[in-house]
């Protein structure tokens, strides 16, 4: 969203937190900051509504009213992620119920069931009221729905809720069973009255009932987003409407499938390193993001935005961390500069801007060391100060939001792929679906390929290459997917793990990986897990980890191979023609190194190019491109100043770039490049 030609600058506001007093300080800060949009009441249910049916507004008029006089615009938040205490107390049944059938009380967040009618019903209650009271309102430019949608429930709603689901995927009792093979373990189910969530037990749960109550949870959760969308798009048909999405492992949300429901895909963006790693991990949820957002089916303009270019992978960057992120037993504080330049990596990868969880540090609850661009220190501090620089900054930038991220790679993701690959009794508790996404990105994006993620089944068209990292679930629609493409000259990296099972986690049998073996042209007898530091050499002078495989030609080449132990002599890494394409099968983790030729030469073989050819390693260069212009991010991420070679004008300073930027440790250029430069 461009708000009146300028990028999203600003964060969460809680001024339910703090007297009125603060509040003009705080209009007065944004301004200095020039912060251009604030999400207000994500958890202020209690103080719109502090006893059932008692409204009071007036403070949240007066802040919006406030915010407008400043010239801040506001993404109005529906408070429905934290439901006040009365609520519980007179719902308790909408309380969730865990696995081990505990029912969870308040004194947190998020402690609700969205299956729950009286839930729901509250969530449209309160939501309906918003709308009513704010539709008019001049600051509102944008609706934040819930917060962070992720929670499941194992109470008798979530269970009715779930037997509904599975009748209408599967109509009759035999398709259930025949999905999950519940012949295996006497779990036949001959009454729906049977079937029930995965509840504790004694010991593994069946995978296909796992695998689905996940893919529930995504569609229930997903119909709570669209109930109070539809009540806010009627009240306001010009101003979009999203949701901001949570990442990690445990959360049941198929992002791309939402992105359909979304008027602009927004996430919350954490990473869990200090280090290096750090910028790996936003390098991929940006380009995650981006993917998601292209499925986006309907993008409207925003308040005060006309020109918003159509599907073209436009998302924002909801929340991230100013200062202090988390990592395991202790925050780690940002150096300086480290918060301007990853803000600038996401908005390299195609966000909308730059929004973070907070504004202002809170005094007391649960969170009250978390980071804000206003911290405890107050607006004295170095923090406020790279705030205030920020949004200069993103000021300058306003134009890049026209640029459309170029990338001549595709890897496939798949959320029912990592859901499937994190259950119990796999060959190996280290191959996850995602993990292996992020590796495989890594590597491409250290040897300088920009990559889109994409969905199994998206158009291909405009890759050169095509990677599958882990992709365990394949559906023939699937296979024929890849089959396709590959047929038609498009190239492939397929690694271990990938198309062995169906949509319902089945094996597909005949040897691994079923769906892949003709446009592999290998046939995989064995798995070989490796042990946590196990190391098997191979031929090509690199080494094989965490996973090995018994790989049988059938009109495949070897180009690798296993130099050790029982599978000496035999293919680690194969290559096949196949149609007027070429399919590559890789058996293992290799290191690093080995990894990132390997990708480097299929890529270049397929005829991908690097983004920036004369970016040295550790500077991170993105490109956008708009019809009009191109504009090329260079990001140092290395602890030594670069030089890089490229022509135009850098927009963080205006300086003309003649043949090269130098760029500071740390530092920064956004070059509006020359045309034919
Ligand atoms: C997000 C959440 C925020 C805040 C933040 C802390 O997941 O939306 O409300 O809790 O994490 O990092």
Redesign the pocket.
Known sequence: MVLDGRLCYGG?YNPEQWPAEVWEQDVELMRQARVTLVTVG??AWSRLEPAPGRYTFDWLDRVLDLLHAGGIRVALATPTASPPPWFSLAHPDALPVTADGVRLHHGS?DTYCAAAPAYRAAARRITGLLAERYADHPALALWHVH??YGTTCHCHHAEAGFRRWLRDRYRDLDALNDAWTTSFWSQHHSDWAQVSTPRATQYLPNPGQVLDFRRYWSDELLAAYVEQRDLLRAATPAVPVTT?Y?LGDWVPVDHARWAAEVDLVAI?H?PSDAGPAAEEQIALAADLARGWARHGARHQPCAGDDDLPGTRGSWLLM?S?PNLI?TAGRMHTREPGRMTRHSLAYVARGSRGAMF??WRAPRGGA?LF?SALVPHAGPDSRIFREAVELGGILDRLAEVDAGVVEAPVAIAWDAASGWALQQRALPSDRIHHHTEVAVAHRTLRRAGYACDPVLPGDPLTGYALLVLPALYLADDDTAAWVRDYVHGGGHVVISYLSGVADEHARIRLGGYPGAYRDVLGVRVEEFHPLADGEEVPLTGGGTARFWAETVRVAGAEPVDAYAAGVLAGQPAVTRHRYGDGVAWYVSTRPDEGTYQRLLDEAARAAGAAPTCLDAPPGVEAVRRRSPEASWLFLLNHTASAQRVPTAGIDLLTGAVVEDAVTLPIGGVAVVRERAGA
Request: charged share 35%.
């Open positions: 969460d994500v958890f967040r917060n962070e901001n949570v919350d954490y929340e961390a988390y969880f907070q969170e978390h």
